[in-house]
């Protein structure tokens, strides 16, 4: 949420002309440049290419894939669009400075502390603690079998030995529970996709586990109805390797990096919530900084 209102704006600017008047526009050959560079002059503020670097970096990853052409357009317009506009507000009054200020001091807090996180996110995590947390999660884990099959659910005994005739005399399974499960997956055709242990209530797990790839069960009663299943396939899932869940662990590792040096930070740092009598809900009075008129 932090680029949108940027966004937008950002997005007006590469799509339509600027309305600004602008006194001269230089071309010259290229030039030796650096952050400093002034790149445009709007009255007496000058903005240069730092600021275009500043904002190009935190632009939302699809706009950087714009044309270098396009995206110094668009940001050099949305700038000066954005000089014109400060140039109509006079911090006249106390407090019009002092919203400034805190949101200034805010926005400098959170890039300071953004920044910090992100050196602590490119360590990446330690290989033996990666190492360390697989073990921890799969080194005990087995290989688990998974089910894919179907159903056809109905209100009794009877109706399921109908179900069961209509299949054994060449019906389609898939189309007979189309027409006769009262099930939500009756529509599609029974399919119940892949499963493993402990998902299913325990009757219908229990037929699932007594069966062979292919067959179909005799009516199985839980509380849901009675059931005719078939079972279509039976698959062997092998433990995740180290390198199949490597970008997970390590998320999970940084996090617990980042947390760790944030708690330890609290520990040595001095840290006074003031006791005041305030109401909590004083947080949402922006008069507090509003301009007095």
Same mark, same amino acid.
């Given at each position: ?32 440049y ?8 709007v009255?007496?503020? !000058? ?8 904002i190009m ?13 396009? &995206? ?7 700038? $000066? ?18 919203? #400034? ?21 490119? !360590? ?9 947390? %697989?073990?921890?999660?799969?080194g ?6 998974? %089910?894919?099959?179907?159903? $056809? &659910? ?43 242990e402990?998902?299913?209530v ?15 069960? /005799? ?11 078939? &079972?279509?396939?039976?698959?062997? #899932? ?21 947390s760790?040096? $944030? ?10 919530? #003031? ?9 949402? /009075? ?8």
């Amino acid at each position: 949420m932090r680029h949108m209102s940027f966004v937008l704006s950002l997005t007006a600017a590469f799509a339509f002309p600027a309305f600004a008047q602008e006194t001269a526009t230089t071309t010259e050959t290229m030039v030796e440049y650096d952050a400093s560079t002034v790149v445009a002059r709007v009255n007496e503020r !000058e903005i240069t290419l730092g600021h275009m670097v500043a904002i190009m970096e935190r632009l939302p990853a699809q706009y950087q894939e714009l044309p270098d052409s396009q &995206l110094y357009t668009g940001i050099l317009d949305q700038l $000066i669009d954005q000089a014109l506009i400060a140039d109509t507000v006079s911090p006249s009054t106390e407090t019009d400075t002092k919203r #400034v200020q805190l949101i200034l001091e805010n926005e400098r807090l959170a890039l300071v502390s953004r920044n910090a996180i992100d050196a602590v996110i490119a !360590e990446g995590a330690d290989p033996a603690d990666l190492q360390a947390a %697989y073990d921890e999660v799969y080194g005990s884990v087995e290989p688990q079998t998974e %089910y894919n099959a179907s159903h $056809i &659910l109905v209100e009794t005994a009877e109706d399921a030995q109908e179900v069961i005739k209509m299949v054994n005399d060449g019906g389609d399974f898939a189309e007979v529970a189309k027409e006769k499960s009262t099930g939500p997956s009756g529509p599609n055709g029974g399919s119940l996709g892949w499963f493993g242990e402990g998902v299913m209530v325990p009757e219908f797990e229990a037929a699932v586990l007594g069966m062979e790839a292919g067959a179909i069960s /005799e009516p199985v009663q839980t509380q849901f109805g009675w059931h005719v299943i078939k &079972l279509v396939e039976v698959r062997d #899932v092998p433990v995740p390797t180290l390198d199949d869940v490597r970008e997970e662990l390590s998320q999970s590792l940084i996090e617990k990096k980042v947390s760790g040096r $944030i708690d330890a930070m609290r520990a040595a740092a001095t840290v006074e919530r #003031v006791e005041i009598a305030i109401p909590e809900a004083a947080i949402r /009075e922006g008069s507090l900084i509003d301009p007095v008129e």
